[in-house]
């Protein structure tokens, strides 16, 4: 089947030739034995053993260093450190499991999307059977309402419809037919001559030969290319990753390098040992992951407040460094609601307001409101001949209006809805439309007559029609109304004309003759319209550094339309089809990328392209989609952005998030709360690395000086375990209240932040260096203030003990110090409230109490190794540790000053 990707150019007999079948299908021996050849007409997977998809959690250089800790911990004998350290490594994998679901989800969704049962011709007979039967050659019969089980080449059909929007992007169903095509590379959307396994057939009925099953199928080939996608790691994670591995190393250097000095010195091997474990506990940032997991979980209960679902935790940061959003036009950018907009009759052309399926708006005439009644009569008329030509119907459901049928013949019912036009008279006789006629006609029973009314494309009811109706008054039809309906399809708007005839009563059946002589009414123009939030959003997205780009299945006139109305291209600018793109290669793509908002006519691979190449530039690119064809994309892109109401299980279960209002203006509020959270996690960073780094310092300060210093030779300044209560209780009381920090304004005002940018830069270098320099000047300072008198008392163990309680509690005040200048990276601590952060407050109040019990509770001083304190030593202390807050301050202040003056 060497022409399998070009079914739609062949003719019907040369796909029976090829499939070797006929007009009644297979017999049940054939059946049975390409059953055997091709396989079931099914998706498979691969399943992960929930086992390994738990353990895959515990792959991250971050949990490396807890582990570490751990066996650090364990060599010193603190079974309880170990436990706590365990507990920490278990509840971030265990977070991780949940939030981030199964690997083979998306892939399931696409297998439950195939039909279980249809109805084929086997031997001659119809007969009902599973889809996983169905075999290339089958002949399926399909109408109204049938699910289409694989792909199918159409031999015959009768007004057949198919609504291909969870495939192609289509927001209208696609009229189908048997005619082969001449074109060459057409995307799936303009195959006429094929329906797709997944799709639905919307009107008429028909049959057709299957020449793809299972993953030979569009839905399978989309199954592969998501097999293929590779997992994103979002820059958050890359960084953390990258920093934790210089961090390992570091640990391991310095912990040996603090050894082999220790050992030179002189120093016995376990004191040595006991040095550099320390050093390391000192170093491990143990509490970190935890809260960092804690501050994206947070963050993904707050972005839930502005419709934000997000189903992977780190895609919070992930949206706020967003460069790109790669948006679908229909149900996203638009409100997938076909909605009259113009309607031109009587040579007049009125305007509707308000968009939608709810049944409300004006009708305006030269910028006024009127009433439809007080107007010529071929307005309303207008109106009910669209009312009454349609087979649709406008329902309400859950406090919202929905269209059950045809959307277009949902928006005539509602535009005459609008008008108050709602009584339909009995129907006696219907020429349903087809689009080999392109009209549709019904007679309608009246009060003395019965009447005609016909709608199709304007260029057949014109042929149609040789009087109009203006005024009320009938006159001869004028050529000007063919040059209106251009007008309004050159503006992306669909267009439908109307007519009518009065006949006897007597006459109940439409003839042919009698679409001859007709009265022109008038025209609708219709499209599915932008959200009116949307313009305003892309616009805020522009000026914080974030392009737009539109990637549709819908027609490239109505996406340069759309496009242009929502300010996402310019009227010069070129809109990219989808045959274009195919014959793109990747580095075609890649030169073009760049400069390129508007693509239509789509297929799946193609927006998966675009976002790839996209990447591969350097963007981080959020994708948004509904349909089937949209999951590759969505797993591909940084963060994929799935539909809540309209999008497909197949969709959401590819996505990093979803929206629960199908809203793209809700991307934009998310992306600034993904700028909050990722704002607040760097303080977090900061907050807790600063403090580890201080720690350490204290440790290879203690052992460098012990050859000038011999109280450094009787113990460290701090124990281990005071250490380790310090990087975990500090964590939970202290860093985590940052999180909770008030948005800081102006977000949405700068670039997206470089995603090159590294956690160890000149900023978090200056930072954690004053600090950490502040903490092991203060802390052994106080250590020595205090402890250098047991040197002239025979080593007085009673204030060797105090000495070291106090350099603790320093730590412990540089650490609260630090926290108060801590709540902003680069504005001064005396530029907001106190208490603008509660959490800040409670948080100080309970590591000091906490703090005071440890230093002043018997069973506490035991478990940590301290001794009671005199309370005139505090005055001391608290002098000391105050560094920790005026270096930084005074670091923000030059930093704002240098700025300055180079601006100036």
Known sequence: M???????????????????????????????????????????????????????????????????????????????????IVGVVIVNASIGFIQEGKAESSIKALEEMMVQECTVLRDGEKVVVNSRLLVPGDMVLVESGTKIPADLRIIQSKNLHADEAPLTGESLPVHKNSKALSDSDLPPADQKSMVFSGTFITQGSGRGVVVATGESTEMGKIAEIMKGTREIVTPLTKKIEKFT????????????????????????????????ASLAVAVIPEGLPAVLTITLALGVKKMAQHKALIRKLPSVEALGRATVICSDKTGTLTKNEM???????????????????????????????????????????????????????????????????????GAL????????VTEKSTRMDEIPFQSENQYMATLNKGNNENWLYVKGSPEKILKMCKTQMVEGELQELSAAVSTV???????????????????????????????????????????????????????????????????????TLTAQAISQKLGIASQEEEVVNGKRLSKMSDEDLYDNVEHVSVYARVAPEHKYRITTQLQKRGEIVAVTGDGVNDAPALKAADIGIAMGITGTDVSKEASDMVLADDNFA????????????????????????????????????????TPFIPLFLVTLPLEPVQILWINLFDSLFLALPLIKEPKEPGLLNNPPRDPDEQIVNLLFLRKVGLVSLAMTAGALSIFLIFGMPALNNSMNELLINQAQTAAFATVILVHVFYLV??????????????????????????????????IYLEPLEFIFRTTAIPLDWWPLIILFALPGFLVIEVEKFLVKFIKRRKIG
């Not at 570091?250 to 082999?260: E, K, Q, T």
């Not at 609708?524 to 616009?539: F, L, S």
């Open 2 to 84: 060497s022409n399998e990707d070009e079914w739609y150019q062949l003719s019907s007999a040369e796909t029976f030739e090829i499939l070797k079948s006929n007009l009644n299908g297979l017999t049940s021996e054939e059946a049975k034995d390409r059953l055997r050849e091709y396989g079931y007409n099914e998706l498979s997977f691969k399943k992960i053993n929930p086992f390994f998809r738990f353990l895959k959690h515990f792959n991250n250089p971050l949990i490396y260093v807890l582990i570490v800790a751990a066996i650090v911990t364990a060599f010193l004998g603190d079974i309880i450190d170990v436990v706590v």
């Open 821 to 854: 200048t801590a709540r902003s990276i680069h504005d001064s601590a005396f530029n907001f409230s106190p208490f603008s952060n509660k959490w800040i407050l409670l948080g100080i109040t309970a590591i000091l109490a906490s703090l005071l019990m440890i």
């Open 666 to 705: 809700s991307i934009v509020k998310a992306i600034e709360e993904g700028r909050h959270i990722f704002e607040n996690i760097r303080k977090v960073i900061l907050y807790a690395l600063a403090a580890n780094g201080g720690q350490g310092l204290i440790i290879v300060g203690s052992v460098l000086l």
């Open 485 to 555: 309906a251009d007008e309004m399809a050159g503006e992306a708007l669909r267009v439908l004309g109307f007519a009518y005839k009065p006949f006897p009563s007597d006459v109940t059946k439409i003839r042919s003759e009698y679409l001859e002589d007709l009265t022109f009414l008038g025209l609708q123009g219709m499209m599915d319209p932008p959200r009116e939030e949307v313009k305003n959003a892309i616009e805020r997205s522009r000026g914080a550094g974030i392009r737009t780009v539109m990637i549709t299945g819908d027609h």
């Open 413 to 420: 019912i509602v535009s005459a809805y609008k008008a108050g």
């Open 245 to 276: 591995e210089i961090l390992v190393v570091s640990i391991i250097i310095i912990a040996i390098v603090n050894f082999a000095f220790s050992m030179w010195f002189g120093f016995g091997f376990i004191y040595s040992f006991m040095a550099s």
């Open 339 to 409: 909605t009259v907009l113009n309607i031109f009759c009587g040579n007049k052309t009125y305007h509707i307001s308000k968009t939608g399926y709810e049944p409300e708006g004006d009708y305006i005439l030269k910028d006024k409101v009127v009433k439809v009644s007080e107007e010529g009569e071929e307005l309303s008329e207008t109106l009910k001949a669209g009312l009454m030509c349609n087979n649709a119907s406008l329902v309400k459901e859950d406090g919202h209006y929905k269209i059950i049928g045809d959307p277009t013949e």
